[in-house]
Nanobody, 125 residues
Framework: QLQLVESGGGLVQPGGSLRLSCAVS????????IGWFRQAPGKEREGVSC????????QHADSVKGRFAISRDNAKNTVYLQMNSLKPEDTAIYYC??????????????????WGQGTQVTVSS
């Protein structure tokens, strides 16, 4: 069974920071790129950040560039999303996901076929 589990969400004030973790099991992490996505109430799920299998390539949505950073520690089977300068519009459930084996950060959300359960991030004063 392939499994991804997100953690680290919570309530923060605008301008604050959080670090999300995505712990994976059931497969070797360094065989897969990993993406972070988010879904706000009434909104479609959108891509946030993605990191390649080796970590040499990363991408971010325009809305989070300069504020979020993605990294991975394959030895710990964990991918991280560092979220800084948080804004109320960042409020959403955040998910990590893996695409098909050998795929590097595909553009389509539907290309990711293994998903975690999500962790809630709320940015509010």
């Amino acid at each position: 069974q392939l499994q991804l589990v997100e953690s680290g969400g919570g309530l923060v004030q605008p301008g604050g920071s959080l670090r999300l973790s995505c712990a994976v099991s059931g497969f070797t992490l360094d065989d897969y790129a990993i993406g972070w996505f988010r879904q706000a109430p009434g909104k479609e799920r959108e891509g946030v950040s993605c990191i390649s299998r080796t970590g040499t390539y990363t991408q971010h949505a325009d809305s989070v560039k300069g504020r979020f950073a993605i990294s991975r520690d394959n030895a710990k089977n964990t991918v991280y999303l560092q979220m800084n300068s948080l804004k109320p519009e960042d409020t959403a459930i955040y998910y990590c996901a893996a695409p098909a084996w050998g795929s590097t950060c595909p553009q389509r959300v539907t290309s990711y076929n293994n998903w975690g359960q999500g962790t809630q991030v709320t940015v509010s004063s």
